[in-house]
């Protein structure tokens, strides 16, 4: 589909999650993209921030002065503004609180009740209420006082340790990654809350997500690992210490390949293609530990046989022989492929300030009821009118005064592109 096939707007059935309402008051990533996930789908998710802005406002790569980070976790949302810490905006989160099914936070453990919305307040108006709580060590334990972000998830649940060459230092990723596995997380986790509550008429309850320990679940079986056999993993590249042949590969092109051979029969269709059916016979490669021993001299004969070959040829060579492998995007080669076309993994959404604009398309694809991109972020407290007046009823003069007195707070507006 092109852009200009594209249905007009009130041809889009309604996302899966239409009718549900959703107060994000999350900062910067975990707590938010939750929020994004659920707007993708249907779900009415307003964003809340402080009259100053949300932090993520500021960050990164911007546009017209409009950062991307911001345009990216922020799209299908509403905005209002409102500071939680002065008793009027305390009331005001109460009262949104009261007609919504989720609200999500990422503040310090302890910031909210002293606020006087924590959850008890919070489920004495609205029983079924389910709250997000996102925060860097969770709710309870010795860390929980402390702030704490994704690189410290990332820190200390063990993948920077397990990240990175031999002989080279941990590793952190470029990007949010213990933000996002979170978000992951805490999403299906709300999901299982709402079901619990509305299949068996229970009350909301509370979702005590800590950053760190997603991405600690999502590493595998390295607790079982160390209890079992005391074995610490440590850094081993593109190659893994359970499976072999896996590795990057450069082709004769100067471009990389991502190959895993995990099965006997995709390793065995790998040494015949690279020219060495000999190695199959060998009594090591039969299995896992045996091919992992042999990992080097595997990688020998798989890169030697690669760099002679470019990738073009690499990748037909393996199609042709039910092989896996595949090629190490940039994203200016994502952009260029096929499969991500024909798929619409990238979508292209029109913004008044950004122009036209390509983003990832709502993921994962469900069939009858998909979910799409609306639009891209938005301006300080853009709807506090629709919100506060309209949606909870109060006066134009009740707004002026919250916004002289610094409780909300609205962006002046913007001159569209």
Known sequence: MTDDDRPPEGAFPPGPLAGLRVIDAGVLFAGPV???????FGADVIKVEHPRGDALRTLGWKKNDVSLWWAFVSRNKRFTS????????????????????????????????RWGIGPEVLHALNPKLVIVRTSGFGQTGPYSPRPGFGTVAESISGYAHINGQPDGPPTLPPFALGDGVASLFGT????????HRDQHQAPGQVIDLAIYEPLFWLLGPQA?????????????????????????????????LGLSASSQSIAERVMRLVGHPEV?????????????????????????????????EVQAAFEEQEA????????????????????ETITTVDDPILGRARVQNAIPRLVDTPGRVRHLGGDLGQDNEAILRDELGHTDAELAAWLASGVIGRAPARTPV
């Open 34 to 40: 939750i929020g994004t996930l659920l707007a993708d």
């Open 82 to 113: 409102i500071d939680f810490s002065k008793p009027e905006g305390a009331h005001l989160l109460r009262e949104l609180a009261t007609g919504a099914d989720v609200l999500i936070e990422s503040y310090r453990p302890g910031t909210m009740e």
């Open 188 to 195: 299906f986790a709300t999901m299982f809350a709402l079901y």
């Open 224 to 256: 079982l690992v160390y209890d079992q056999l005391g074995y610490v993993q440590g850094r081993t590249g593109s190659s893994t210490e359970w499976t072999a042949p896996r590795n990057a590969y450069q082709s004769s092109d100067g471009k990389w």
């Open 280 to 312: 199959i016979d060998e009594p090591w490669f039969g299995d896992h530990s045996g091919r992992v021993e042999h990992q080097k001299e595997l990688d020998r004969l798989i890169g030697g046989w690669i760099a002679q070959h470019t990738r073009a």
């Open 324 to 343: 896996v492998i595949g090629p190490i995007y940039s994203i200016a080669d994502i952009f260029e492929d096929p499969q991500y076309r024909a798929r």
